[in-house]
Nanobody
């Protein structure tokens, strides 16, 4: 089995900063692309960005590059999302996703975390 666990969410004042982490565990052979998404009530999940195995990040449409930074630590099987100058509109559930090859079948599949709530107060 493979699990993705997000952490670091919570209540933050507008203008503050936050770092979310997503750690993969389980019967993992390798992790390819890792990504962050966020979702607000009544809306579809929107991709914040993704990071390939080499650490190269690609950001989603409309993401403010000067406020968001994606990175990963392959040794720790962890993806990070750093956000600064937070705004109330950043309030959402943040989800991690990853394309993971499992040891048992050596097949790649997509996995999702349960999500972590981020609330920005004005």
């Amino acid at each position: 089995q493979v699990h993705l666990m997000e952490s670091g969410g919570g209540l933050v004042q507008a203008g503050g900063s936050l770092t979310l982490s997503c750690t993969a565990s389980g019967n993992i052979f390798s992790i390819n692309t890792m990504a962050w998404y966020r979702q607000t009530p009544g809306n579809a999940r929107k991709m914040i960005g993704l990071v390939n195995y080499n650490g190269e990040a690609t950001y989603g449409d409309g993401m403010e590059r000067d406020r968001i930074l994606l990175s990963r630590d392959n040794r720790k099987k962890t993806l990070f999302l750093q956000m600064v100058r937070l705004k109330p509109e950043d309030t959402a559930i943040y989800y991690c996703a990853a394309a993971i090859v499992v040891q048992t079948t050596y097949e790649e599949d997509d996995y999702w975390g349960q999500g972590t709530q981020v609330t920005i107060s004005s």
